[in-house]
């Protein structure tokens, strides 16, 4: 797995681009990618996925899959198969699996491990070793598991699985689709219902994809709004035929730079949909973007469109916080459109931005401010006082700290900027969006 220990820090100037036009796609969607082999990895027989992002986090996940006895082969055709051990068959991993960037990685494999027999140590890069994992070890603690941790709760981290494990009713204290999905992979081998209780919504990958598998799972809203999943286990899941959609978050970066280069007209193509993870379209939309969805449709369960998207004149606007897990991964670069919009633009409950890849409302800021634009910067969120449409400054090195979607955000600012934007390492742009250098390269057209 990429540390990015070993070799030298790839930094990159983005310059002012014209209009951006063509059609592109994105590649297959993060958060189902890794859902998709690990449930692949649980049945007994052969599932075949098409569509999976291969970038460091899904690889680290496969790996990690691998390690405790799947088999996963990339056929030429790009098509990824899986034979797995079942549920309940997991292996013991001969050595520390290594998680590179990975949250998502980490959180959910140590809700597989929690209810099976097999010891497993878990290790990461350094922007991953300082996340906090006690909200995924205390219910899984709760349901049987030990954990070593390091001081603090973090990586590198010890889990030593339970059998049979003790199923719960767990309220979630954060609002985390990881967190909810950690416990319901582990309830597949847990005997009895565990039920999570879900007050605000996350992403529902997970469910859609259990249920699809042929889990038993149920969910029920309560009179208040709030969701109530289940899962009866020990349960089989059966091999299925996957097809990722692409992904929403990789989509922001070019929908963003869409709207704010003069002249552009682009369309994203097969992007999902999914209304847990689609509010960065919605107040987009808000601020005034043109964006046209365009031949919608399902895909493996999940909603997808193609997007079509032209520069527009953004408002500065207060951001809902109750959008905010819809895109929760999309405020780095919705930053960048606050920046072009007329007016101010108000965030808040963004706490959770402080413990990803990096603290994203710091790194954000900072970055802004290097490159020119006037931003608060708040407990829980960002104020930014927008150009009206006018380039900006410019500048850097912006410190991207490991993070990928930092990266992106001020490549993305680099199109709109007087004297380019310098990002100080591009490397960590291969953890979700491999491509994304060469596809940006494809649609900046002639830099001025
Ligand atoms: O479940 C998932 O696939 C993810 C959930 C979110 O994290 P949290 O659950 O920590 O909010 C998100 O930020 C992450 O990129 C992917
Ligand atoms: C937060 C992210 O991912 P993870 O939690 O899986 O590292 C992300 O991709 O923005």
Request: proline share 6%.
């Amino acid at each position: 797995m990429a540390h990015h220990a070993d070799e030298a820090a790839r930094p990159r100037r983005f310059s002012a681009a014209s209009a951006l036009r063509g059609a592109i796609r994105v590649p297959g969607d993060k958060s189902i990618s890794h859902r998709a082999l690990m449930l692949s990895a649980l049945c007994v027989g052969e599932s075949r996925i098409s569509g999976l992002l291969e970038g460091e986090d899904v690889l680290a996940t496969a790996a990690a899959m691998r390690a405790m006895g799947a088999t996963i082969k990339r056929g030429d055709d790009g098509v990824w198969t899986v034979h797995g051990v079942g549920v309940g068959g997991l292996m013991q991993p001969e050595q520390a699996l290594d998680m590179g960037n990975s949250g998502t990685s980490t959180r959910l494999l140590m809700g597989l491990v929690a209810s099976h027999p097999i010891t497993a140590m878990f290790t990461g890069d350094a922007s991953l070793s300082r996340r906090p994992m006690a909200r995924v070890t205390d219910p899984l603690g709760e349901m049987g598991a030990e954990f070593g941790a390091s001081p603090g709760g973090t990586l590198p981290l010890m889990v030593r699985g339970l059998q049979p494990a003790v199923p719960i009713t767990y309220r979630l204290p954060v609002a985390s689709a990881q967190v909810k999905s950690a416990i319901l992979l582990a309830a597949l081998n847990t005997p009895g219902t565990t039920t999570v209780i879900e007050p605000i919504p996350t992403r529902d990958h997970s469910e859609r994809m259990l249920a699809g598998f042929g889990a038993p799972l149920t969910v029920e809203t309560d009179p208040d709004g709030v969701r109530h999943i289940s899962i009866t286990g020990p349960c089989d899941l059966r091999a299925q035929d996957i097809i990722v959609p692409g992904d929403p978050s990789s989509a922001a970066f070019f929908i963003v730079a869409a709207l704010i280069v003069p002249g552009s007209d682009l369309v994203i193509e097969n992007v999902g949909m999914n209304v847990t993870r689609s509010g960065i379209v919605t107040v987009l939309e808000q601020m005034g973007g043109q964006i046209e969805r365009l031949n919608e449709r399902t895909v493996g369960g999940e909603p997808v469109a193609d997007l079509r998207v032209r520069a527009s004149a953004l408002k500065g606007i207060a951001v809902d916080p109750a959008i905010v897990p819809s895109m929760v991964d999309e405020f780095p670069v919705f930053f960048i459109a606050a920046a072009m919009a007329q007016g101010t633009t108000v965030t808040s409950g963004l706490d959770e931005l402080r413990v990803k890849e990096s603290d994203r409302l710091a790194t954000m800021a900072r970055g802004l401010e290097a490159i020119g634009v006037v931003v608060e910067e708040r407990e829980d969120g960002l104020v930014i006082t927008g150009s009206g449409g006018a380039m900006l400054p410019g500048g850097g090195p912006v410190a991207t700290l490991l993070d990928h979607r930092i990266a992106m955000s001020f490549a993305v600012a680099g199109l709109v900027s007087t004297s380019g934007v310098e990002v100080d390492d591009t490397r960590p742009i291969a953890t979700s969006f491999p491509d994304f250098l060469a596809l940006l390269d494809q649609v900046r057209g002639a830099g001025l």
